[in-house]
């Protein structure tokens, strides 16, 4: 997917996307605190005129009459890993998907791959998914090391959330 695509579907997975028409062009350095489309922040050659989320996914380069590159390189994994946008996203799409799933890890991760990546895991992504939900405290000592919210539960549903972001079929359009 284009730079633009990524970012709104993980707001729109996290019902953070603000959907509303039209508007003035925000400047780019707002990209991480503001949830309008992408459509509406600048492109321009100018330095303030590519977000640093967007040129990792190979946004459009207005030198060169906004065509695209395409390219993977690790910096992509590592954005949609540690950002803040990734962050404030998978924590309220787990938040979300959790009460819709009423607290059941089975049901979780059913919703989280339909909602997500669009199909049902097969069962060994499944298995996988379940077997890391239900990971002890002591089993997750480094998994949770750099949690903030002192759940370790709701850590655990927001880093899965995370790694289904980084699915090769969320990120690929077929």
């Known amino acids: 997917m284009e730079a633009e695509l990524i ?3 993980i707001l ?3 019902d953070r ?3 509303r028409f039209g508007g003035e062009e925000l400047e780019n350095e707002r990209s991480f605190d503001l949830t309008r489309r992408s459509l ?3 492109c321009q050659p100018e330095i303030d005129g590519r977000s640093e989320f967007a040129a990792l ?4 380069d207005p030198l060169q009459c906004y065509r695209r590159t395409r390219s993977l390189m690790p910096q992509q994994a590592l954005a949609l890993t540690n950002s803040r946008l990734i962050d404030e996203s998978s924590m309220a799409a ?3 998907i959790s009460e ?3 607290g059941d890890p089975d049901r979780f991760v059913d919703l989280a791959w339909l909602e ?3 199909r049902p895991a097969n069962t060994d992504e499944r298995q996988a998914c379940l077997t890391f939900l239900r990971t002890t405290d002591d089993d997750a000592s480094t998994a949770d090391a750099n949690q903030q919210t002192g759940d370790s539960a709701a850590s655990r549903r927001a880093a899965l959330v995370r790694v289904l972001w980084n699915h090769h079929e969320f990120l690929t359009i077929r």
């Open 12 to 14: 729109a997975g996290s």
């Open 100 to 102: 819709r799933a009423h």
């Open 116 to 118: 997500l990546l669009g």
């Open 40 to 42: 509406y922040f600048s």
């Open 17 to 19: 996307l603000d959907r």
């Open 7 to 9: 970012r709104d579907a």
């Open 94 to 96: 787990a938040t979300a």
């Open 57 to 60: 996914f190979d946004a459009p």
